[in-house]
């Protein structure tokens, strides 16, 4: 071969070489970057505008948590309900519960909301905190409190135990 055949076939490869780098095709775009999902607390469902309830009732919703709990001497006065939940799971401290309350009056209209928080602090002082098989008692105004209520329809949207 010739010197002036060995450069033309080095220089066809260069050519090809830098060629295959080269290409009209197009190229795949940059992947976008992944967002985190995020955590959208979960809500009660809002009350019914309408429900058939008895008068003087107080009935728990079904949800998530009632298995796990218990109510007691639930009672209307005037425009609030009271009542005593326990943890029927087990008896560990109760760290956060919240209880809503929507209130009906004598056609079954709602006529108010209130809603009850709990949250079990550690006790000062380093003493050991005994949990309450006895439960916790609450008191759930209705807002606006001059509503005629007749019954109640409680909720529990968080229940967070040990």
């Known amino acids: 071969m010739t010197r002036r055949g060995g450069a033309l076939i080095a220089g066809l490869l260069a ?14 775009a940059a992947p976008a970057p992944v967002a985190a999902p995020t955590v959208t607390p979960r809500m009660a469902e809002p009350p019914a505008a309408t429900l058939t309830v008895s ?11 009632t298995d ?6 639930t009672r209307l006065e005037g425009a609030s309900v009271r009542g ?7 008896v560990s401290d109760v760290l956060a519960l919240e209880v809503q309350a ?23 002082g380093g ?11 609450f008191t759930i105004v209705s807002a606006p409190a001059n509503a005629p209520v007749s019954a109640a329809v409680l909720s529990i949207p968080v229940l967070v135990n040990e």
């Open 15 to 28: 050519v090809a070489a830098l060629g295959a780098g080269c290409s009209s095709a197009p190229q795949p």
């Open 55 to 65: 008068a003087g009732e107080v009935r728990l919703a079904p949800g998530p948590f």
């Open 68 to 73: 796990r709990v218990r109510l007691s001497g």
């Open 84 to 90: 005593n939940l326990a943890i029927t799971s087990d």
């Open 102 to 124: 929507a209130f009906y009056d004598a056609t079954g209209h709602l006529v108010g909301t209130g809603t009850f928080q709990h949250a079990d602090e550690e006790p000062g």
């Open 127 to 137: 003493g050991t905190h005994v949990p309450s098989v006895d439960g916790i008692p």
